[in-house]
């Protein structure tokens, strides 16, 4: 699968039977240095549209949505402890976390990568 | 004639050496200085104490018998110190110090000599009342001031601070709503997008919830989409005025009456009363609550971030529900109500409660009336003109080379935006680096946060004629050379003649280092 | 008008470059029914005559360095070193603004940084802020932090917390509708708060010394706490004690709040004052108040700056960890000056002098017949408890001189058991004259 975007710059990518969460390039040059990233615990049920964790800069604080319902089955620790890894691969090495969906038909809301530039390039 | 020769030469040298690395690290007046705790050690005093005469032990056994780590310096070490600590420092007493929505203006030396009276400086808040009276007089003087200066009802002097101010002012409404049973109901607070993020903060410290208001394009609340968003789930709304776009809210009755109707209550932000003082009483604008930053409009000083001081006024209908404690006049003798048992036997409405410990910034409180007496009627209208007139002629002179983001007139502040740096590399936080070579403190920079790259300047009303024009002509020649294009590094670089250069913040808050760690300690850390 | 630099020459020719031609024209915004208001109040008036005025004024009251003198409770009289007064009249940092700017403020935010190290050595905390109001609001503001850190809702208040903080606390937390219970009046030291805490608290609050003067033990507070998953905030209203007792943090405390006033600060009636703040290092996102911290400069010089401000209203907006806008600033600064003159040395000898003070003045007033000292342990502060209403007492000493101390009806006034209750403070500043003094008027009064 492709990757999909929400309108809160996150990105979402399919591996396995989980699906992989971060924030957009867009979004981590937007936010300018990240400093501080707060990740939620393995296990924790979330609903579509739910703050599920925060990324700060200097100047900015930011909540991540989740952008499907599900669990989590695992987080990205290495970007807590590195925050500058958010700027450096934002939508590879620096995911956030993964979740297993209750409804993976709510990816079909979902932008794909020409949608989502347009998107951007107007936000 | 006879010929001495040995003399000083007395002559500039011909030299031009410049950026000489000095040894020390020191350049002349501005000399680097560790911290307290590298200089002194755990042995060193700078007080005579006598030693205690007989060595009873009442402590419980609970006795320190660890080392508490703090060193101590001798008077002279620590007179150096703090004085040489001062000198990296900018202050309104050296030059503008043109800070948006801060209002830097003159502190008068007089406040300071009275607050210090022993009458005033040595008085304990609980004291009995017969050896406070003076103090308690002081208080109602001040309040009596307050009220005439805002046409409001009654205030509450504890706040103690501008946001402390707000959350009394908001504590208040949502008092007022249990008293009428809707507080359940009643959830929702409105404040603009350009409002100083403490309204949102103690809206929420509150337990209500926040939506923002529109601005229209003059930069000010769009009254019809205001209108849109009031509802009987509206407690009431947050509204600075002047705006912190240094505008006045054209339409504010129009306001005041549609959050009425709607039954909601009207807090105005008074963090910039100091544009209106002596001229306009917030109380004929429908106004319910405003906090008045004694340190701002009243100029007790702002001592590098406090302490503040922020009574607020109340309306007939927030009155009952003001904090304790509270002065009352009774039979020729102040009195102090400080409890809820005491209101209750007074019957004085139902109080929101206690907000600190014990009456509010009394230091403050001093200061603040010295400055509305020497001031009085007339100096406080005259001072409030003149501010607004000062941010007029700057925007005036500014705007031929920089942009401002509204048609005038302002109040007490200017604001611009970076259009007029489009293009050239240069942004705002350059811009204003570059301002502190040329001698200056910056404007508020990246606030309020609806024009890009906000440059917000309030000149107040203690700069002269000849010092706003010397400002405007530099800020004018540094909007010229950000266009020309030619020297976009020099703006990156600023500023370079301060104490330091521009401080990595990143780092400060990926790694957060909140206090000095003795060497071997850290070392053992890392 | 002497703080108005313009005449009416420039104002002219500032309008005519503004293109208006009078004043009015620029409040044009105005509805003008409101503008240019009447107000009764008089014209400006010359430094002579403020100054007779505002003295007039001050001079009804009693200061505290007029006589004996032993009110406490939550404000101490201190000797303040005159080095102290001098710095924080230095135009550079009594006219600074808060350090936005830091390459232009680092006098200002060095001396933070100094402040935060000694208020956390002091408390035994890994952390501190840079200063909250007072000791009071900070008493608030750690309640709702043990809140959202624990994500609990119940407030525990020990019934040796002083009456007003315990007021501030409720008045903040029922705003959040977080349930706060209060333990009863404890003269003694003697309340089982322990067993009050269960699996919805988020936090015990207990004062030490207490309002009463008690030393109180933190750490099986600290423990029991712990084990239920929930916080000690730990309240210290007279800081000078630190030199002489255990560290909260020593004792397990994960918050500590105090008023600091008693360094360099003056009683000015209450305020201002400056409010100590302090956590464990895990803690740092979740506290209130500015934070200062260490970073260098673009030429790799140590410098200072404010930071991890993403927690703080400017930024977070509605989701800011308080609505805190400042700290106590130049209180701050009269603090750090005043325990850097101390020093180590300096403040355990001061703290000496306290206790030695208070058993002294203890020792005297307990001779008396109709006193009796209820305390245990004390540092230097104790209660009385008299044969007659201590609040008449303490009128009829005033009106000879001594300022006895604190009734408890006027802090508790709804317990009938706290009328003869006199809370005594003792300092360095009392004198063996003062003691004496105190002694003979108190039993004038009860005989």
């Not at chain 2, 004291?127 to 003087?141: F, K, M, R, V, Y």
């Not at chain 2, 009627?377 to 925007?395: I, M, P, T, W």
């Not at chain 3, 998953?229 to 500590?256: F, N, R, W, Y």
Request: proline share 5%; aromatic share 6%.
């Amino acid at each position: 699968m492709t990757v999909k975007y929400t309108e809160d710059h996150e990105w979402v990518k399919a591996e396995g039977d989980a699906y992989v969460i971060g924030v957009s390039k867009h979004a981590a040059e937007q936010l300018g240095d990240v400093v501080f990233v707060e990740l939620p615990e393995v296990g924790k049920t979330f609903a579509k549209g739910d703050e599920m964790a925060v990324v700060e800069s200097v100047k900015a604080a930011s909540d991540v949505y989740a952008p499907i319902s599900g669990d989590i089955v695992e987080v990205n620790s290495a970007i807590v402890d590195e925050p500058a890894k958010v700027n450096e691969d934002p939508q590879g090495a620096a995911w956030f976390v993964k979740i297993k969906p209750s409804n993976p038909s709510e990816l079909d809301a979902l932008m794909d990568e020409g949608a989502y530039k347009d998107f951007a390039g107007n936000s | 004639m006879t010929m001495n020769n040995q003399g000083r030469p007395t002559k500039a040298s011909d030299a031009m050496e410049t950026n000489v690395n000095t040894f020390t690290g020191n350049k002349a007046l501005m000399i680097e200085e560790a911290l307290s705790f590298e200089v002194g050690d755990l042995s060193g005093s700078g007080v005579d104490l006598p030693e205690a005469k007989n060595k009873t032990n009442r402590l419980g056994g609970l006795e320190r018998n660890t080392d508490i780590g703090l060193p101590g310096l001798s008077e002279p070490e620590a007179m150096r110190h703090f004085v040489r600590l001062s000198q990296k420092n900018y202050a309104i007493d050296m030059g503008p110090f043109p800070l948006g929505s801060c209002t830097m203006k003159h502190n008068p030396r007089l406040n300071e000599k009275v607050a210090r009276l022993p009458g005033f400086a040595d008085l304990h808040p609980l004291a009995p009342e017969s050896a406070a009276q003076g103090a308690l007089e002081l208080i109602d003087t001040l309040a009596f001031w307050l009220k005439e200066l805002t046409g409001m009802p009654a205030v509450a002097m504890s706040p103690k601070a501008g946001a402390h101010g707000e959350l009394c002012g908001m504590m208040a409404i949502k008092a007022a709503l249990e008293a009428r049973g809707e507080a359940d109901k009643r959830v929702r607070v409105l404040a603009p997008e350009s409002a100083h993020g403490t309204n949102p903060a103690t809206a929420v410290q509150c337990g209500f919830k926040v939506e923002a208001i529109p601005g229209d394009k003059t930069g000010r609340v769009d009254l019809e989409a205001l209108k849109a968003k009031l509802g009987d789930d509206v407690a009431g709304i947050m509204v600075t005025n002047p705006n912190t776009c240094g505008l006045f809210e054209r339409d504010i009755r129009a306001i005041a009456d549609a959050v009425h109707e709607a039954g909601g209550y009207f807090y105005c932000d008074g963090a910039n009363f100091n544009a209106i003082a002596g001229k306009v009483k917030p109380g004929d604008l429908g106004v319910d609550a405003m906090h008045i930053n004694l340190h701002k409009t009243f100029s007790t000083p702002h001592g590098g971030g406090g302490p503040g001081a922020g009574p607020t006024v109340l309306s007939d209908a927030l009155a009952p529900f003001a904090p304790l404690p509270y002065v009352f006049l009774e039979d020729g003798k102040y009195r102090l109500v400080e409890t809820l048992h005491h209101a209750e036997a007074e019957d004085s409405g139902e109080t929101l409660g206690r907000l600190t410990a014990f009456h509010g910034q009394m230091g403050m409180f001093v200061r603040a009336l010295s400055y509305m007496m020497s001031h009085g009627r007339d100096g406080l209208k005259q001072a409030s003109e003149d501010a607004v007139l000062n941010a007029n002629y700057v925007l005036a002179r500014l705007k031929t080379e920089m942009t401002p983001s509204f048609d005038g007139p302002c109040m007490h502040e200017a604001l611009f935006d970076d259009r007029f740096l489009k293009d050239t590399g240069v942004e705002t936080i350059d811009f204003a680096k570059a301002m502190i070579d040329e001698g200056y403190h910056p404007m508020t920079m990246y606030f309020p946060l609806v024009v890009h790259g906000a440059m917000l300047i309030e000149p107040t009303e203690s700069e002269s004629k000849r010092e706003l024009d010397l400002f405007c002509d530099a800020l004018l020649s540094l909007a010229k050379r950000a266009k020309a294009g030619d020297d976009v590094a020099a703006f990156k670089a600023a500023p370079v003649y301060a104490p330091r250069r521009r401080l990595d913040e990143t780092a400060a808050a990926r790694h957060p280092v909140l206090r000095w760690t003795p060497p071997q300690q850290a070392e053992a850390a890392e | 008008m002497r703080y108005l630099p313009h005449n009416e020459a420039e104002r002219q020719a500032m309008l005519k470059a503004v293109g208006v031609s009078d004043i009015d024209a620029l409040f044009s915004d105005v509805p003008k029914e409101a503008l240019n208001a009447d107000f009764n109040l008089p014209d400006h008036k010359g430094e002579m005559e403020v100054e007779r005025s505002l003295g007039a004024m001050a001079a009804k009251n009693r200061a505290a360095g007029a006589g004996p003198f032993f009110i406490g409770a939550g404000a101490y009289k201190h000797h303040i070193p005159a080095t102290v007064d001098h710095i924080i009249q230095r135009s550079e940092f009594l006219t600074a603004y808060t350090p936005y700017q830091p390459e232009i403020a680092q006098g200002t935010l060095q001396y933070l940084f100094e402040f935060q190290t000694q208020v956390a050595a002091l408390t035994g905390m890994e952390v501190a802020n840079a200063s909250m109001y007072d000791g009071s609001t900070g008493c608030g503001e750690a309640a709702l932090m043990a809140r959202r850190i624990t994500k609990r809702g119940k407030v525990l208040l020990s019934g040796g917390l002083h009456p007003h903080y315990g007021a501030v606390t409720r008045t903040n937390l029922e705003l959040v509708n977080a349930k706060v219970v209060q333990s009863p009046m404890d003269v003694d030291a003697s309340e089982d708060i322990i067993s009050q805490i269960d699996d919805d608290t988020a936090c015990v609050v207990v004062q030490t010394p207490d309002v009463f003067g008690n030393v109180r033990d933190l750490t099986p507070i600290a423990e029991a706490a712990h084990a239920k998953g929930a916080l000690l905030v730990a309240v210290v209203t007279e800081v000078v004690s630190l030199g002489a007792l255990k560290s909260p943090g020593e004792m397990g405390a994960d918050i500590v709040v105090g008023e600091g006033q008693s360094l360099g600060n003056g009683l000015n009636f209450g305020g201002p004052y400056v409010g100590l703040f302090a956590t464990r290092q895990k803690y740092i996102r979740q506290m209130p108040g500015r934070l200062c911290g260490e970073t260098t400069d673009a030429e790799g010089k140590r410098g200072f700056v404010l930071t991890l401000s993403t927690r703080e209203q400017h930024i977070r907006r509605d989701k800011a960890t308080s609505n805190i806008c400042t700290n106590s600033g130049l209180c701050t600064l009269a603090f750090t000056i005043h325990m850097t003159l101390l020093g180590e040395a300096g403040l355990r000898k001061l703290a000496l002098l306290n206790h030695e003070a208070a058993c002294r003045t203890a020792d005297a007033l307990a001779k008396i017949d109709g006193v009796e000292l209820l305390n245990k342990s004390y540092f230097n502060e104790f209660t009385l408890r008299l044969s007659k209403d201590a609040s008449e007492v303490v009128e009829k000493l005033a009106e000879g001189g001594v300022l006895a101390g604190v009734p408890g009806a006027r802090l508790l006034p709804h317990r009938k058991d706290a009328r003869n209750l006199l809370i005594v403070a003792a300092t360095e500043c009392v004198t063996d004259e003062d003691i004496e003094m105190f002694s003979s008027k108190l039993s004038e009064a009860l005989s």
